[in-house]
């Protein structure tokens, strides 16, 4: 009889001891740096569930405690739980905790805690690289370097972050966007970058850092398991770059090239001619610094320059369009363009140049030069009273033709106050034009138009003056 006897009262004891109170972590095993959820849950009306603080010598922190009530038939059932965390660096054995419930006393069962080295996760499942398409570049000379990272395929990873590499001595620019594909067991990620060394010497690319947010399994407020983010950050090795510097005097680097046309190449004086320089290239395009246009006796009107570039099939290519007005009165020709350059291929200084360009102006209409002829008296006095009679007529036929044109255009004005817009500052530009080597006013209203114009100048021109200006140019033509 003592055998069953003793059997029953430690079935007994382990159903007084454990029976109503549970303890439990979220994950088992755990990496390390990672928070441990742990919890005590125990049913009972009234529920004493002590505060921890410590496990293994690491701090524990208490983050609440819920009631949580159900119905089992007619019955209620209150449930209480208690939330506690704690970070362990290796492995610990949570030790058996009292709990009184209702008057009696509680112990859970011991656990322990397995903590991974936070080397294994990223040896086994992630992998971060800086890959630079090359080891030597010179000054100004684009560098692809690509970012790839690369996680294993049944990971549980909410998010990937690219943090924005450090760099000294570099400009640098996003090449395209960023990808993604599959390869194998991973799913991989890629940034690729364009780094333009700025100075000579050996520099350091790098490193490239990487945020992952892997799911993790927390209980919330409500006891519910939820999954919330827990970011992990990668780090890339550094790779080094030998730069070497370019001749002196040449700061473009790679291959260009370079088109000029100019229309028209025959215009009467005052109208404008056309110029457009275009320059390709497969480098440094951006450090492109083209000659100003400089002709003796010719206005140029130099618009803001295009630039375009685009990264494709690994390479960096760019375009730079310029527009300029060129003006004059006379004959001129447009003098040679050239850009230097370093070719990477044959390693030397190339030279580009345009072709000069020779521009005909026509000269404006000349008056008839004076002639002297030998005449009689009695001739010069008819001739004089002729001359007098051809003036008068002409002067009153000129006076009725000028009434009648005046009409003409004040009818014209009116109806174009009610029925057009105003004078566009495209049309000023145009009519000012062949005046501005003649009148100081009117070449700058044509700069103030200008500037309004193509360079985004607040620079507004006076209507009233401008029409008021060119009826005493008109005046003296």
């Not at 395929?153 to 990808?179: C, H, L, S, T």
């Amino acid at each position: 009889m003592r055998t069953p006897g003793k059997i029953f009262w430690w079935l007994t004891a382990a159903a007084l001891a454990w029976g109503g109170v549970r303890l439990s972590v979220n994950e088992n095993p755990v990496i390390a740096g990672e928070s441990v959820e742990m919890t005590i849950e125990a049913e009972g009306d009234v529920a004493e569930i002590p505060d921890i603080e410590s496990i293994g010598g690491y701090p524990v922190t208490t983050e609440g405690m819920q009631r949580l009530e159900r119905m089992e038939g007619n019955r209620s059932v209150v449930k209480w739980v208690k939330y506690y965390a704690f970070t362990p660096k290796k492995s610990v054995r949570i030790p058996p905790v009292e709990v009184v419930v209702d008057g009696k006393t509680y112990r859970t069962e011991p656990l322990g805690v397995r903590v991974l080295p936070k080397k294994a996760l990223a040896k086994d499942d992630f992998s971060l690289e800086l890959l630079p398409a090359k080891e030597e570049a010179y000054v100004g000379e684009p560098v692809a370097v690509t970012v790839r990272f690369r996680e294993k395929r049944g990971v549980p990873v909410m998010n990937v972050d690219f943090v924005p590499i450090k760099y000294e001595n570099f400009w640098v620019k996003q090449a395209g966007r960023r990808k993604q594909y599959a390869r194998g067991d991973y799913l991989v990620h890629e940034v690729r970058y364009l780094f333009f060394p700025q100075v000579e010497g050996n520099l350091t690319i790098g490193p490239a850092r990487v945020k992952v947010a892997v799911t993790k399994k927390v209980r919330d407020a409500f006891g519910f398991i939820v999954r919330r983010p827990q970011w992990i950050t990668f780090e890339s090795k550094t790779v080094p770059l030998k730069v070497l510097s370019l001749p002196a005097g040449v700061a473009l680097v790679g291959r260009f090239a370079m088109d000029l046309n100019a229309t028209p190449r025959a215009v009467k004086a005052g109208e404008p001619v056309t110029v457009m320089l275009r320059v390709t290239a497969e480098g440094n395009i951006e450090d492109l610094e083209v000659p100003k246009l400089s002709i003796p006796g010719v206005t140029v009107y130099a618009e803001k320059p295009k630039l375009t570039q685009r990264y494709e099939h690994g390479r960096y290519t760019g375009e730079w369009v310029g527009r300029y007005t060129l003006v004059a009165e006379h004959s001129f020709t447009i003098p040679p363009v050239r850009i230097d350059y370093f070719d990477t291929t044959t390693r030397r200084v190339e030279r580009l140049s345009s072709e000069p360009v020779a521009i005909r102006v026509e000269a404006a209409a000349s008056q008839p030069e004076a002639f002297e002829e030998t005449t009689t008296p009695r001739e010069e006095r008819n001739m004089t009273a002729w001359l007098y009679m051809n003036l008068a007529a002409a002067f009153a036929a000129g006076m009725g033709t000028m009434y009648l044109l005046m009409r003409f255009v004040l009818r014209r004005r009116k109806k174009a106050t009610k029925n057009e817009p105003a004078t566009t500052e495209a049309k000023m530009l145009q009519r000012l034009m062949p005046h501005i080597s003649e009148s100081k006013e009117a070449a700058q209203m044509a700069e103030n138009l200008y500037a309004a114009m193509f360079e985004g100048k607040a620079v507004k021109v006076d209507k009233k003056a401008f029409e008021r200006l060119m009826k005493e140019l008109s005046a003296e033509c």
